[in-house]
């Protein structure tokens, strides 16, 4: 089946700093992946849509700025949290969909990132 | 707003009995419905979609679909202690010429032995 590789699993930076999340589709291409977060206890809430050689799309109060995409090719997607500060702190998820939305959608592993 | 709800629960069932989830959505033209499983910690993983009208069953799994209803729901029979998880709905929906997975809150479900 089809399988989305998210790293690094956990990550612990400065406030200030930046932080970059790699999302990998192994087995299918993926012209379009989805960043998703979730706080304790809450569910997942879309953070932006990325497209293969364009532009993010960015969900609604999401800084484009802070969270930067970039999706260079059909398998891989980056997210960069720049200058985290504590309040970033949160699970970050990656998701793709091989072949037709009827089949869902592939979720990376996860990253656990921690602000401190 | 394209919105999906679900009861957050907690839902506790003993175990061997039937645990039903449930889920309504807001957009009518929504066709593809997701149910997926989250352990504490971990990603979500896909159980079922669902996109006729009616039940689809899959092992000890059954999802529920009324479009006229907007309503969707997950049965899980004979429930084990390793389906005590939460359970997200989800709802794929066309937001100006783009499709994306929209989430309900999830229902966490307590399997008792």
């Known amino acids: 089946g089809a399988v989305v590789s998210q790293h690094p699993s956990r990550v612990i930076c400065k406030s200030g700093t930046s932080v970059k999340i790699e999302c990998r589709s192994l087995d299918f291409q993926a012209t379009t992946m989805f960043w998703y977060r979730q706080f304790p206890k809450q569910s997942l809430m879309l953070m932006a849509t990325?497209?293969?050689?364009?532009?993010?799309?960015?969900e609604q109060g999401v800084e484009k700025d802070k969270f930067l995409i970039n999706h260079a090719s059909l398998t891989l997607s980056t997210l960069t949290v720049t200058s985290a500060h504590p309040e970033d702190s949160s699970f970050y998820i990656c998701?793709?969909?091989?072949?037709?939305?009827?089949?869902?959608?592939?979720f990376g592993s996860g990253t656990r990132l921690t602000v401190v | 707003q394209k919105e999906v709800e679900q009861n957050s629960g907690p839902l506790s069932v003993p175990e061997g009995a039937i645990a039903s989830l449930n889920c309504t959505y807001s957009d009518r033209g929504s066709q593809s419905f997701f149910w997926y499983r989250q352990y504490s910690g971990k990603s979500p993983e896909l159980i079922m979609f669902i996109y006729s009208n009616g039940d689809k069953e899959d092992g000890r799994f059954t999802a529920q679909l009324n479009k006229a209803s907007q309503y969707v729901s997950l049965l899980i029979r004979d429930s084990q202690p390793s389906d005590s998880a939460t359970y997200l709905c989800?709802?794929?929906?066309?937001?100006?010429?783009?499709?994306?997975?929209?989430f309900g809150q999830g229902t966490r479900l307590t399997i008792n032995p």
């Open positions: 989800a709802v794929n929906v066309h937001i100006q010429g783009a499709q994306k997975l929209v």
């Open positions: 998701s793709a969909r091989a072949g037709t939305v009827n089949y869902g959608y592939t």
């Open positions: 990325s497209n293969e050689g364009s532009k993010a799309t960015y």
